[in-house]
């Protein structure tokens, strides 16, 4: 709250800027350890965290215009350059977006200011802001602001925010793993303090002859002087004849790992990643439900929001917006490549050079931009027709079902 309450004095219900937004950024303030510190010092949540949030910063966002014909294509401006290059002077795309997804699932919410040149009217930078609560109200035009910090006003749809947990108007103030976090530290704990010091009696020590206690004590004392100043270089003491050493069978780490492994898992499932996921080692098909339940909506929250608050109206109408090329994601294998391949060419749903622009791969010859029309997919032309069957696909080849008209309808 010490953070807030600076920011809160330091803008005075100032206009904010970029300039001010940096000068905060140079202060050397670490957002990500001010706002959710204590969830995040934890391993297992820093984890589950950060690898959602690269999977998510590593799909590229391009500034796309569609026409009327359905055809989509990339924007090479200085909005595509903010996307592709350079977010902002201290943030490649792939940490801006780590950034933003940390503190969304660190915080619930995440607002994003879009700096605009005075003079072009232009997008010049991304900042992520320092906050991660806000006060909604509108003005006398019935436009919606959002206080930040407690004192200081944006317009809501100049932001992007990013939320989960929606309660209505932002993300919930609150996590819901309270529990989980609290059991996961005291364990931690208890293995650290016992680590250094089990404080449990893992042995007797019996002397053979009775003695009283005081004796005892000086008896154990010149054991352990013994047995501590002993030649000791291959891992063995040495203790006199007349000692014998008890051990008891009992729990020396009372860390119950199954119970750890438990509720490790519950908190990977709460931020939406499984523990296969995690260590790789999750089937395909439980990759895939990774990138449909949790990659995805991410990135469609992030499209409508970005598209919303970087484009007028107007622009979206004319087919502008923000899009994710999930390509790399979807289609992450040589294997799944080649089937995609041949499933777009097969169905004749996109040419060749469409494919393999849609892949990454640098475009072929002229003749790859002609359809591959399957026979299946043919139109025959009016008349009566005998199959022959000779156990192949195609006839050109000597083999497959012929098809010849015999007399026109």
């Known amino acids: 709250m010490g953070f807030l309450r600076y920011v809160a004095g330091y803008f005075q219900k100032e206009k904010v800027t970029a300039a001010k937004v940096i000068d ?15 969830i995040y010092n934890i391993p297992e949540i820093r984890t589950a965290i ?17 026409d009327t014909e359905g055809n989509m294509n990339q924007v090479n401006d200085r909005l595509g350059f903010v996307l592709k290059v350079r977010t902002n002077p201290y943030q490649c795309p792939q940490v801006f977006w780590t950034h933003c997804m940390t503190k969304v699932l660190l915080t619930n919410n995440c607002f994003i200011m879009p700096e605009w040149d005075e003079h072009s009217g232009k ?37 992007i925010h990013l939320q989960r947990f929606p309660d209505g108007k932002q993300g919930s103030s609150k996590q819901a793993s309270g529990n989980y976090v609290q059991i996961v530290n005291t364990m931690q704990n208890q293995a650290v303090k016992d680590s250094e010091n089990s ?17 005892m004590k000086k008896k154990l004392d010149e054991f352990k002087e013994l047995f501590l100043t002993a030649e000791n270089t291959t891992g063995f ?4 004849a007349e000692y014998e050493v008890h051990n008891l069978d009992m729990k020396l780490n009372p860390l119950d790992t199954k119970l750890l492994d438990d509720i490790t898992r519950k908190l990977y499932n709460y931020f939406g990643v ?34 919303y608050a970087l484009f007028s109206e107007t622009e979206i109408f004319h087919g502008n917006c923000v899009q994710a090329e999930l390509v790399d994601l979807e289609i992450s294998t040589l294997a799944a490549k ?9 169905g004749t749903i996109m040419n060749r050079n469409e494919i393999r622009k849609r892949l990454g791969i640098t475009k072929g010859p002229p003749e790859l931009d002609k359809f591959l029309e399957n026979k299946n997919f043919q139109v025959l032309s009016p008349g009566s027709y005998v199959v022959e069957q000779k156990g192949g696909e195609s006839d050109e080849q000597g083999s497959g079902e ?5 007399s026109a309808v």
């Open 24 to 38: 905060l950024l140079n202060r050397g303030y670490s957002l990500t350890q001010l706002f959710g510190g204590n």
């Open 50 to 66: 950060n690898f959602i949030a690269e999977k998510v910063a590593s799909i590229p966002f391009y500034h796309i215009r569609a």
């Open 123 to 159: 997008l010049r930078w991304l900042w992520p802001l320092p906050f991660t609560l806000g006060e909604f109200n509108q003005d006398a035009q019935g436009r919606i602001i959002v206080t930040l910090g407690g004192s200081y006003p944006f317009y809501y749809d100049d932001l």
């Open 199 to 215: 404080q449990r009696i893992a042995a007797l020590l019996q002397v053979k002859s009775q003695l009283k206690s005081s004796d």
């Open 237 to 240: 003491g040495m203790i006199g």
């Open 274 to 307: 499984s523990y296969e996921i995690i260590n790789g080692t999750a089937s395909e098909l439980q990759f895939e439900q990774f990138v449909d339940n949790t990659i995805k909506p991410w990135v469609w929250q992030i499209e409508e929001t970005s598209t």
């Open 338 to 346: 080649t089937a995609f391949y041949k499933e777009m060419v097969y």
């Open 402 to 406: 012929k098809v010849t008209p015999e």
